[in-house]
């Protein structure tokens, strides 16, 4: 496990990073359209989730045809991307939830409450988990907080960011304390591209990753592979 100057040196390395990789430019959102938001972009790219997002958008009249569309016309704003059907179900269950208990779909009364107060209200709905409710507060709420969804666990748990083993809101707790508060999306963004583009599931690409060097995983299995090809070699007459 990395130590905490480790860690810090690691996230440096991180931020310099994302400085040629993350753009800067972000679309401000009410609370409730970031709740959807947050949704398309759970184990998703950014590019994946705004496509998604956009097709919500420029497809549907309002919110409420939204609500009251079939599974299968919204499976379509979230094809290629993991669990489609699973995405529709809880679109519309969330804009129904809201529907009923507000006769709008309208949330930003929660930005004049206090953080922990509008995150429980967050937390309420049946479609809300540990990420989604985590996005709107780092992204509407102004609270600090880092959402973690799987391919971010996978990424920071390699890195030596947090420990093995831990589960995504044990995981946020810990980058919380870690990440300052003003980093915090461009933290959520940057890993968000390391997941995607080297720290794959199956066959990482840890020798292209700018982190290589200061990543416990890299290190690992790249004195693991020497090790096999020595172990491999043909010896000498």
Known sequence: MATTINKQRLLHHLFNAAKKMVDGHEEARPVLQQFIYGLCRENATREQADEAYRYLCEKF?????????????????????????????RLITFLQEVFEIHFSFELDKLQKEGLKQAAKKLSRYQAANDYIVSWVVQRSLGGHAIPVDAPTLRCTTRLGLIEDGQNQAE?????????PKAKGALFTESISLIAADYCWEEQPQCSACPLCADCNYAQVHAAEGTASARSHRTKPR
Do not use: T
């Not at 009251?68 to 290629?80: C, I, M, Q, T």
């Open 61 to 89: 009249f309002d919110w409420n045809e939204v609500r009251v569309s079939s599974l299968r016309e919204l499976g379509e704003a979230f094809a290629g991307m993991s669990d489609p059907e699973v995405r529709a179900q």
């Open 171 to 179: 995981a946020r707790a810990s980058l919380e304390h870690l990440v």
